[in-house]
C-alpha cells in the first residue's frame, strides 16, 4: 500500500522533478509486453470478486486525481472517476466549461496551477494529438492519456485486451480485424500497437478515405472490403466515424456507409463460428453497426468492454502511483 504521509510526497516530487523520472501513461506505442502483461494482470484481480468490486480500497487514501478533459466522455471519465474513488483516492472533475481555460489560459498555464496544487495524479483527454504529452512533460506528478485528439487512448486498447483475453485466454495468434473510421480513431491507433506487441494478426477494413498515411508503418493488412476482411476472424472491433474531427466529406452517406462497411448478420458470417464483437463506444447503431447484433449476447463484448473499465483504470493509477 502506498503511504500518504508527507515523506512519501517529498519524495515523489523529488523524484519527478526530472521528467524522465516520472512514470506516465502516455501511450501504447513503446509499451513493452512485460508492461502490457503486467496491467492486464493486475487489472484482472480488480475484476469481480469482493477484491474491489465494490469495496473501497486504501491503496490511493490521501491522494488526489484530478480528470481533467477537453473533450465529451460518458465511459472513461466516469470509469477513472471510479477507479480512482475505489481505491479510496479523493477525486476532483475539471470541468474545461467552467475554468479558466475557457478565458484563454493556455494548457501549459493549466498545468502550472495543477502543479501548484500538488496534484497526485492527472488524467488528460484533449482534442489534439500530442497535448497530453506536452502536458506531462510540464507536470511534477504522473498523467494518464485518457484520448489525444486521433493520436492514442491507452487505456481503452488496454480495456479491450483484457476483454479479449478474458473471453479467448491469450491475444497472441488471434486474427483481430478493426473496422471502420481507423484514420481518425486514437483507439485504433493504440490496439494496432497492443495487439502487434502481442503477436495477434492485426488486419483493418476502411473506405479508402478513413485509411490513415502511413498505414505501411503500422505492421497490419489493409482490406477495403468487409467480406473479404472479416474471414475466418476471431476478434472484430467496430469504430464510430469520428464526425468531431471530420471535416469535409469522407462518406457519401450514413446509409452508404452502412451498406458497405456496416458490421450485419450477413458480412459478419464469414467471420469463425466463434468470432466476437467489440465496439469502444459510443455507437451509432444502424451507421457502423446493426443494432441487434451489437446487442447479441453470444457475440457482443461490448457491455465486457465497459466492465472491465474501471479495474483497468484502477490497475493504471495504481501502477502510475507505485512508479
Ligand atoms: C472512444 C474515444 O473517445 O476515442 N470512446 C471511448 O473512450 N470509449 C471512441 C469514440 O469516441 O468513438
Known sequence: MLRADKTHKTRKTQRCASVKACRHILAIEGMSRDAIVALLDKAQSYVGGDSGKRRRLSVLEGYSVINLFFENSTRTRTSFEMAAKRLGANVVNMSVATSSIKKGETLLDTAATLNAMDTDVLVVR????????????????????????????????????????????RLSGLK??????????????????????????VH????????????????VRVHHDMHTGLRDADVIMMLRIQKERIHGAYVSSPREYYHFFGLD??????????????HPGP????????????????????????????AVRMACLQTVMES
Open 283 to 310: 455507437m451509432d447503431r444502424g451507421v457502423e453497426i446493426d443494432s441487434e447484433l451489437a446487442d447479441d449476447i453470444d457475440r457482443s463484448l461490448i457491455h465486457q468492454q465497459v466492465e472491465v473499465g474501471v
Open 126 to 169: 484533449h482534442p489534439c494529438s500530442g497535448a497530453v504529452v506536452l502536458l506531462a512533460e510540464k507536470m511534477t506528478c504522473p498523467v494518464i492519456n485518457g484520448g489525444d485528439g486521433a493520436h492514442e487512448h491507452p487505456t481503452q486498447a488496454l480495456i479491450d485486451a483484457l476483454t479479449i483475453r478474458s473471453r479467448k485466454g
Open 204 to 219: 483493418i477494413v476502411a473506405p479508402y478515405t478513413l485509411v490513415p498515411s502511413g498505414i505501411d508503418e503500422l505492421g
Open 265 to 278: 448478420r450477413k458480412k459478419f458470417a464469414v467471420a469463425k463460428d466463434d468470432a466476437v464483437i467489440m
Open 176 to 201: 483481430v480485424v478493426i473496422c471502420g473510421d481507423v484514420k481518425h480513431s486514437r483507439v485504433a491507433r493504440s490496439n494496432i500497437h497492443l495487439l502487434n506487441t502481442m503477436q495477434a494478426e
